[in-house]
């Protein structure tokens, strides 16, 4: 089975910077592409950062240059860095990891930037 748990949000001024953190289990980590996926309230799910089992990655172009994906292989844990965050950064962010049977979600974490 599956599992997916994010960590890391919070409550950040403009600015400021968070780290994400999905563990994830019961899949073949390191040959998996993760990706991270957030919700503003109100809107759709949006790609916000993939990174392949390689470690190759991509960025949607409203983060690139604030945020960072990485993966750590050895701990089964794909991060997200947040820098220079902006109220419209505001979302649950969610991990991904999709299967020959669909995609996996984890719950998300709460991420919410003040101005």
């Known amino acids: 089975q599956v599992q997916l748990v994010e960590s890391g949000g919070g409550l950040v001024q403009a600015g400021g910077s968070l780290r994400l953190s999905c563990a994830a289990s019961?899949?073949?980590?390191?040959?998996?592409?993760m990706a991270w996926y957030r919700q503003p309230p109100g809107k759709q799910r949006e790609l916000v950062a993939s990174?392949?089992?390689?470690?190759?990655?991509s960025y949607a172009d409203s983060v690139k240059g604030r945020f960072t994906i990485s993966r750590d292989n050895a701990k089964n844990t794909v991060y997200l860095q947040m820098s220079s965050l902006k109220p419209e950064d505001t979302a649950v962010y969610y991990c991904?990891?999709?299967?020959?049977?669909?995609?996996?979600w984890g719950q998300g974490t709460q991420v919410t930037v003040s101005s």
């Open positions: 991904n990891v999709n299967n020959y049977w669909g995609p996996s």
């Open positions: 019961g899949i073949r980590f390191s040959i998996k592409a």
């Open positions: 990174i392949t089992n390689s470690g190759s990655t």
